[in-house]
């Protein structure tokens, strides 16, 4: 036997909540339904505990019909102000659910709950209180936050999403990177923590290696849950080019996509300023001693690699995928911001290149690649498609980390790239390094203009048709010309064998 579970309705609570809602959001003019539904509201919260967003917005309601009664007075903007206080605690405490306490801001901002509305709050509890403009303005917008949030999810239920239609895995997408870039956060402030004070690491249970290991469990249930969507609908947006389904007898594959994919959601994460990219005014750079290339500061270093050890030991792929999405930010831009970011990229590669203990690290092999590498002015949200690309058999290398920065570094094929994989090639690998490079700059930039105004009057030549004049200075036809010979507008160069602009892999062992 239990005891009796005490709710505030008489009725079922559907049939009262929709009652008490129709009353409260009444029109603004019908003043006697809303004092109703605030009779009703007081009687479920003397009964018993009422749901909190019920009580909120019966402050919200009750300041406003104040307002229509006393008008422009002092009382009505502490009632005002003292609704809205309740009205954010309320709903941000629910969500205060981890060890340490987060900021009011970070967990609004994971919700939903306008910002604005935080800073308002912030506002009635310390400094002078709103105006009544403002006062009003914010009420409303609270009122429909909840209606939008809690009255309508809990009178019309949504039917269970179609898990047919990729689309409807978004939601659950854009939560796992909330979640990831709040562990990041405070992960940071843990190790900054750390840096300070040396005697938390020698506590029994140091607050940074809980952090480390809700990092692998996040990585690891959000695989699952991808991999479980993939096997209930034998198909997922992980695998796209004619990759493998789970139906064929591809479920390895499938589980080692869905960890890259959920990897390089985490990489994205780590590549935004303030995490691997230190912010603007911590970003010092400095010359490494063995060779000419940035390196970072000890201190950015020690805060950040052993979270990078730790995920590499857990998932061994996670090392080249964060490889090659340094290399493409390492490519640089023409802004200001990108040729910093790139620097801060190409200094990282270097350290996970030379330093102990990533020059013995082991590197497993047909580790997935970004279909759309990461650039440093936009990094994806949430990078999916992915394809198992062999890299190279790098097991019987000394420094498989370091062939796999180079290997990423010349397929970028930028001056500043192929400088860093000249700089960290040793021995037998410079050499063909530097005939790459060699054969690169010594390029012939061939005139194509000419030869393809020559085809084109060729060509009209043949149909019977008068030569178009050509333009002395470029060798091009005039406009006019008929496109008999020229490449559609989309056609990249290829090398033989690859598709759809894709490079094969430069260096072989």
Known sequence: ?????????????????????????????????????????????????????????????????????????????????????????????S???????????????????????????????????????????????????????????????????????????????????????????TFRAQAQAMARDRSLALRHSPPLVKTVAELEQWVQGETARRLAYASEHGRTPLLAGGGPRPDEGGVNDVALTCTASVLMLLTTQLLLPGALIPPSKERVLSERADCSIEALSDEHLALWDPLVRALHAAFPIFL??????????????????????????????????????????EATLDVPRWRQPPSASSLPAAPEDAEAVPLWDVTQC?????????????????????????????????????????????????????AL???????????????PPVDEVQGEPAASALEGWRCPAAWRPTPIGCLDGQQPPLLLP
């Open 320 to 361: 080249p995928i964060l490889i090659q999405a340094l290399a493409q930010v390492a490519g640089g831009g023409e802004k200001p911001k990108e040729r910093s970011y790139a620097a801060v990229a190409r200094a990282w590669l270097a350290h996970l290149s030379l330093d102990a203990p990533y020059d013995t690290m």
């Open 398 to 450: 000394s420094a498989p980390l370091r062939r796999i920065v180079i290997q990423h570094a010349m397929e970028v094929g930028v001056t500043s790239t192929c400088a860093l994989a000249q700089a960290l090639a040793e021995g037998e690998l410079a050499a063909r390094v530097a005939a790459l490079i060699a054969l690169r700059e010594s390029e012939p930039k061939h005139a194509h203009g000419a």
């Open 1 to 93: 036997m239990r005891l009796p579970r005490r709710t505030p309705f008489y009725a079922p609570a559907s049939e009262e909540l929709a009652y008490v809602h129709a009353l409260l959001y009444a029109d603004a003019g019908d003043i006697e339904s809303q004092q109703n539904g605030l009779q009703i509201t007081r009687l479920w919260m003397n009964r018993t505990a009422c749901p909190q967003a019920v009580e909120a917005t019966a402050l919200l309601v009750q300041a406003r019909l104040l307002d229509r009664v006393a008008g422009a007075h002092e009382g009505t903007r502490a009632a005002y102000s003292m609704s809205l206080v309740r009205f954010v605690n309320s709903i941000v405490d």
């Open 95 to 185: 969500f205060q659910t981890g060890m340490y306490a987060q900021s009011i801001g970070a967990i609004a901002e994971r919700i939903g709950l306008p910002q604005w509305l935080v800073q308002v709050r912030h506002s009635a509890t310390h400094e002078e209180l709103p105006s009544l403009v403002v006062c009003r303005d914010a009420c409303a917008l609270a009122l429909q936050w909840l209606d939008q949030h809690y009255w309508q999810p809990t009178l019309s239920p949504a039917p269970a999403p179609d898990m047919a239609d990729a689309d409807d895995d978004d939601g659950a997408k854009r939560e796992a990177a909330a979640a990831v870039a709040q562990l990041l956060h």
């Open 453 to 467: 105004g020559e085809m084109e009057a060729r060509s009209r030549l043949l149909r019977g048709l008068d030569a």
